[in-house]
């Protein structure tokens, strides 16, 4: 006989009609069929539409079918069937819980329920059915990502990194001063390595945002005059607990004439840049900011480090944001590096100033990025 739902009083529609069991070769106390089915029947009988999703209760007993077949051939050790998988994946998942509860509360009470260890074995089978519905995440985020929104996601998820991380810069600076009670030189230490870790991330998100803008939109749409010294001192005061916390020393080589006219929101992005940078990948010495004149009104800019230099397998891909290494090749094989992508930064904001970035380096030398600037000389700021 097939099992007829009992309709709610305040539905309309007709009744749920599911298919009467297959005949079954084997007592029914070692089948799931029954026991499955009746769950079944109570729940399309008091499934309530909870999403509001287009769906009526003819469809709805469609998923619910086509689960009460995945269920047995997984039960049986059978493929799943090929057709007809229901495409309402939530609902799906949704109906084989509640399976999962009725069989749990009411088995005790059902007639012709499975023994125990045949019970356990059905609810292995909605396991297994319910595991082929569990999302893709990465299928998933691959496809928002290649979509029309991709791009505006990444900006949205960068956007919301930089907040909480400026607050942790603020705090951390703050607590290492003593300006809110004394701390001992490991506290101290330690706040150092946030505020640099936060630094790092801080930047990443910044550089992600800018990239995303094609990398080379300026914010400042004319020149303004500026203080050439003030944007080296504000450099120096962000970086400073990091070297600090490494024991580096900063040095800083202001101009003979101070007074510019140029874009200062950028000249100041890529020296942020390139002197966090120099101060990651040096362990002893110093790092040293110049600013100097080169011409009536060109001044170079440099950033010189006492590192270990670059290596000639690094300057093949030093401007990629993306980069292979063999390290994390049994992952994707490639690491987002905030390095790279940094540098890729400086450099296409350099050009958008009209200039190129280049470098020289040495073992044991260090390295030395520098760059020159048309800053025509400003009466006043």
């Known amino acids: 006989m097939p099992i007829v739902n009992r309709r709610r009083p305040d ?6 009609v599911l298919p009467a069991s297959p005949p079954e070769p084997e007592p029914a106390a070692a089948q799931p069929g029954a026991a499955l089915r009746a769950a079944a029947g109570r729940v399309l009988a008091s499934w ?93 985020f691959g496809r928002r990502l290649s979509g029309p929104d991709g791009l505006e996601l990444v900006v949205d998820v960068a956007h919301d990194m930089r907040s909480p991380l400026t607050s942790v810069l603020f705090l951390a600076e703050t607590l290492q001063r003593g300006q809110s009670g004394v701390v001992n030189e490991v506290q101290r230490r330690q706040l150092g390595l946030i505020y640099s870790a936060a ?54 080589v202001p101009p003979a004439s101070d007074h510019r006219l140029g874009r200062s929101q950028a000249l100041s992005r890529v020296l942020l840049n ?53 390290a994390r090749a049994g992952r994707s094989g490639y690491y987002f590096s905030g390095t790279g992508l940094g540098l890729a930064m400086c450099r296409m ?18 390295t030395r990025f520098f760059f020159e600037l048309e800053l025509p000389p400003a009466s006043e700021i």
């Open 48 to 140: 309530a539409n909870e999403r509001g999703d287009a769906l009526n209760e003819g469809e709805a007993a469609d998923v619910m079918r086509w689960l009460l077949q995945a269920v047995e051939s997984a039960w049986a050790g059978d493929a799943l069937p090929g057709e007809g998988r229901p495409q309402a994946v939530i609902l799906a998942r949704r109906f084989l819980e509640l399976l999962r509860a009725e069989l749990l509360t009411e088995a005790d009470g059902l007639d012709g329920v499975p023994g125990a260890s045949v019970l356990v074995a059905v609810l292995r089978a909605i396991e297994l059915v319910q595991g082929t519905f569990d999302p893709d995440w990465s299928d998933y």
């Open 199 to 252: 630094l790092g991330l801080s930047s990443m998100a910044a550089d992600v945002i800018e990239l995303a803008r094609g990398g080379d939109q300026l914010v400042e749409k004319e020149p303004s005059p500026f203080s050439v010294t003030a944007v080296l001192e504000s450099v120096h005061d962000i970086v400073r607990p990091i070297a600090e916390e490494k024991g580096l020393k900063i040095s800083l």
């Open 349 to 366: 904001l350099v050009q958008a100033m009209g200039s190129d970035l280049k470098f020289e380096t040495r073992p044991n030398w260090g």
């Open 274 to 326: 390139l002197t966090t940078n120099a101060l990651k990948f040096t362990d002893e010495g110093y790092v040293e900011i110049t600013a100097r004149l080169s011409g009536l009104t060109k001044m170079e800019f440099a950033v010189r480090d006492t590192g270990h230099g670059i290596s000639a397998e690094a300057m093949s891909n030093l401007y990629q944001p993306f980069r292979r290494t063999s």
């Open 11 to 16: 539905r309309e529609g007709p009744a749920l």
